[in-house]
């Protein structure tokens, strides 16, 4: 049985920095590729940042040059480094996090999601 912890949301003011991070454990699951998500009330779940098995990353143009993704594959998990937040990213944060094995389907898990609040 897989299970994907996710950590690090809280309260924040404008212009302040938060890291999540996302721990996933279980059943021979390592990640290979990635992603954080968010989602407000009444809204869609809106990706945000990806990184893939190479290590390449990409980002939503509402936080380019802000959030940073990264993949420790020796703790098997995923940051999120958010700086200079903005109230405008308050929402809940949901990681991603993939398994590739050869001749295989990707297999994905996602986090339980976690509050950042970024007061003004």
């Known amino acids: 049985q897989v299970q994907v912890a996710e950590s690090g949301g809280g309260l924040v003011q404008a212009g302040g920095s938060l890291r999540l991070s996302c721990a996933v454990v279980?059943?021979?699951?390592?990640?290979?590729?990635g992603g954080w998500y968010r989602q407000g009330p009444g809204n869609q779940r809106e990706w945000v940042a990806s990184i893939t098995s190479v290590g390449a990353t990409a980002y939503a143009d509402s936080v380019k040059g802000r959030f940073t993704i990264s993949r420790d594959t020796a703790k098997n998990t995923l940051s999120l480094q958010m700086n200079n937040l903005k109230p405008e990213d308050k929402d809940v944060y949901f990681c991603k996090a993939v398994r590739i094995q050869l001749g295989q389907p990707p297999y994905d898990v996602w986090g339980q999601g976690t509050q950042v609040t970024v007061s003004s």
């Open positions: 279980g059943n021979d699951f390592s990640i290979n590729s």
